[in-house]
C-alpha cells in the first residue's frame, strides 16, 4: 500500500507547492478538446438533427456510420490524420504535424460521430407531431429546426458531455498528432503516460486527480440540468 | 464435468509439470561439460535484464539464438527496461545477468557485491542529425562542442528525449561540456522536450525540420522514414559503451556466467560483430572485450 500512500502525497505536495507546472498542461487539454468540442457541435448538430428528423434508407444507413463512427479506434484516427498531416503526406507542407491544430483535427473526428448520434436520438425522440404543426402554423424550415432543437435541448446537452468526456480522457491519438512537446501540446492524458513510463507516480497520479475532476465537473453539469428539465416537464403534466 | 474430476486433472497436470521441472533445477544451466550427452533433461532459464534501446536494434534477435545454440542447456529470457532499473533487478536477484551502458554505475554494483565481474562486451555510438540543409551549420563545426554550440544558437528546433533516459543524460552531458545553460522549452522557443521515445523524437525532428541526439543503431533502422542526415559522428565523447555484469547469488547464477563468458568470447564477439552488416553495410555495435 505504501506505493499508493506515497503518490498521494506526493501528488499533494507537489500540487500545492506549484513546483509541477499543471496549469500550462491543463489549460492546454482544455483548449483543445474545448476547440475540437465547439466545431462538432457546429456540424454534428445540424447533421443529427437532419438524421433524427428524417425518414428514408439514406437515414437509417447514416445513422450506421454515426454509430459505428462513436466506436472509431482514436488510435487509428491518429494515424490516418498523422500519415496525413507528416511532411510526406498530402497536407505536409501545412506543417501542422506535432502541434495544436493537428490535436484538434484528430479530436474533431473523434468527437463528431459521437455529438451526431446523441443529437440524432434526442431529436428523433421529440414527437413528430410537434413539427407537423409547427410547419402548419406557417414555420420556416430553419423555424421547425430551432423549436425540435429547443424540445431536444436535454439531448443536445448530452451529447456536448459524450463528444468533450470522449476526447479530453484519450490518448492514443494526441499523443501521434501532438507529441507531447513541454509547454506546446502536452495535454493531462499525454503527460500521464510520460510520467508513469518514468516511474514519477506522484506526478501522474496528481494530473490524473484532476482529469477525474474535470469530467466529473461535465457529468455533475449534465446530471443538474438532466434533472431539472425532468421537475420542469412533471410541473407542465 | 463433476467438480472432483476437474480437480484431479488440475493436481494430475500440476505434478507432471513438477516431475518434468526437478531434474532441470537440479541440473542447472551453464553445467555444459557435466550435462553433455544427457537427454531428456529441460533447459533451465537464464534471465538477461537489458535496456529497451539493445531490444529495439534487434541484436537479440541473433545474439540470443546463438548463445542458446551454443548452450542447450539454457533458455534466455530478456527483461528490457532502462539500465536503472536493470541495475535494480540485479540487486534484487531478479535478473542473472545485466547488459547494460553506464560503466560508473555497473563498476559501483560489482563493488558493493552485487556483481560477480564486469566487462566490456562493445559499444556503439550516438550521432547528431538533422536536415539535410543543416540551417544550424552543424557540419561546418571544427569540434564537437563547437557543433553543440552551434545547434544552441537557435536557427532551427532541437527536438529532447525529456525522459531521462541514457540518450537525454547524454545530450544534458554535452549541453553543459559545450557551456551552454541547459536549455527549457519556456526560456529557448526552439527547444522541443518529447518526453517520449527515441523513435517518437525522431519522428518529430524529423517534422518540424529540427535536430537531435540519437543512437545510430535507432536511426539507422528507421531512415527510411526520415529526412534526417548525419551531421556529426565519431567523437570520442559520443561513444556508448556498453557493459556484461554477472549478479551475484542470483538464482541462476552458472547460467549468467554461461552467457558472460560466451558473449566475451570469439563466437559472441563475432555474432555481434556481425549483426547489421548486411543490412546497413556496418555493424550496429563494434564489439570490444579485452
Redesign the interface.
Known amino acids: 500500500m505504501r506505493i499508493y500512500a506515497d503518490a498521494v502525497i506526493e501528488g499533494w505536495r507537489l500540487l500545492a507547492s506549484g513546483a509541477l507546472d499543471v496549469w500550462t498542461i491543463v489549460l492546454a487539454s482544455l483548449r483543445v478538446s474545448g476547440a475540437a468540442t465547439s466545431i462538432a457541435l457546429l456540424f454534428g448538430v445540424p447533421l443529427g438533427y437532419w438524421l433524427g428528423t428524417r425518414r428514408s434508407v439514406a437515414r437509417h444507413v447514416a445513422l450506421v456510420f454515426a454509430n459505428t463512427g462513436m466506436g472509431l479506434p482514436p488510435v487509428a484516427v491518429g494515424l490516418v490524420v498523422a500519415m496525413t498531416l ?3 503526406g498530402p497536407l505536409g507542407d501545412l ?1 501542422l ?2 502541434s495544436q491544430t493537428a490535436m484538434v483535427i484528430a479530436q474533431l473526428i473523434i468527437a463528431t460521430p459521437v455529438i451526431v448520434a446523441v443529437t440524432a436520438a434526442a431529436v428523433s425522440a421529440v414527437p413528430r407531431e410537434l413539427r407537423l404543426q409547427a410547419r402548419s402554423l406557417g414555420a420556416s424550415p430553419f423555424h421547425e429546426m430551432l423549436l425540435t432543437v429547443r424540445e431536444a435541448r436535454m439531448g443536445l446537452v448530452a451529447a456536448v458531455a459524450a463528444g468533450f468526456g470522449a476526447i479530453i480522457s484519450e490518448v492514443g491519438a494526441v ?1 501521434m498528432v501532438g ?6 501540446t ?1 495535454v493531462m492524458t ?2 500521464i503516460v ?1 510520467f508513469t ?2 516511474g514519477r507516480y506522484g506526478h501522474a497520479l496528481a494530473l490524473a486527480a484532476i482529469l477525474v475532476g474535470i469530467v466529473l465537473a461535465v457529468n455533475v453539469l449534465l446530471t443538474a440540468v438532466q434533472t431539472s428539465a425532468e421537475r420542469h416537464e412533471a410541473g407542465l403534466r | 464435468m463433476s467438480a472432483r474430476r476437474l480437480m484431479w486433472i488440475l493436481r494430475t497436470v500440476a505434478m507432471s509439470a513438477l516431475a518434468l521441472a526437478l531434474p532441470s533445477v537440479l541440473a542447472g544451466c551453464g553445467n555444459a561439460a557435466r550435462l553433455s550427452g544427457t537427454s531428456g533433461i529441460e533447459p533451465t532459464e537464464v534471465v538477461i535484464a537489458s535496456t529497451t534501446s539493445t531490444q529495439d536494434s534487434g541484436l537479440f534477435d541473433v545474439l540470443i539464438p546463438a548463445f542458446e545454440k551454443a548452450h542447450p542447456e539454457c533458455v534466455v529470457k530478456v527483461i528490457a527496461v532502462g539500465t536503472g532499473e536493470a541495475l535494480a533487478l540485479g540487486r534484487t536477484k531478479d535478473a542473472d545477468v545485466l547488459l547494460v551502458h553506464a560503466k560508473t554505475e555497473e563498476d559501483e554494483f560489482v563493488a558493493a557485491g552485487f556483481g560477480v565481474e564486469r566487462s566490456d562486451v562493445m559499444y556503439n555510438d550516438f550521432v547528431v542529425v538533422g536536415p539535410p540543409t543543416d540551417p544550424a551549420g552543424v557540419r561546418r563545426a571544427t569540434d564537437l562542442l563547437s557543433a553543440i554550440r552551434a545547434l544552441a544558437a537557435g536557427r532551427a528546433p532541437f527536438v529532447s528525449r ?3 533516459s541514457g540518450t537525454h543524460k547524454k545530450e544534458l552531458e554535452l549541453w553543459s561540456a559545450a557551456g551552454v545553460t541547459t536549455p527549457t ?2 526560456a529557448r522557443p526552439w527547444y ?5 521515445g527515441m523513435g ?1 523524437v525522431l ?2 525532428a ?4 529540427g535536430y537531435t541526439l540519437t543512437d545510430r543503431a535507432t536511426y539507422l533502422s528507421m531512415r527510411a522514414a526520415l ?1 534526417l542526415a548525419i551531421l556529426r559522428e565519431g567523437d570520442a565523447e559520443l561513444r556508448n559503451q556498453y557493459g556484461v555484469v554477472v549478479v551475484a547469488g542470483a538464482r541462476n547464477q552458472a547460467g549468467g556466467q554461461a552467457f558472460f563468458d560466451w558473449i566475451l568470447g570469439e563466437e559472441g564477439q563475432r555474432v555481434i560483430g556481425g549483426y547489421g552488416v548486411e543490412e546497413y553495410g556496418r555493424p550496429l555495435f563494434i564489439p570490444n572485450a579485452k
Open positions: 507528416s511532411r510526406r506543417g504535424l506535432y499523443q507529441g507531447n512537446l513541454a509547454g506546446e502536452r499525454t503527460a510520460q513510463r518514468m | 525529456g525522459d531521462g522549452p519556456d522541443d522536450s518529447a518526453g517520449q517518437e519522428m518529430i524529423s517534422n518540424r525540420r529526412d
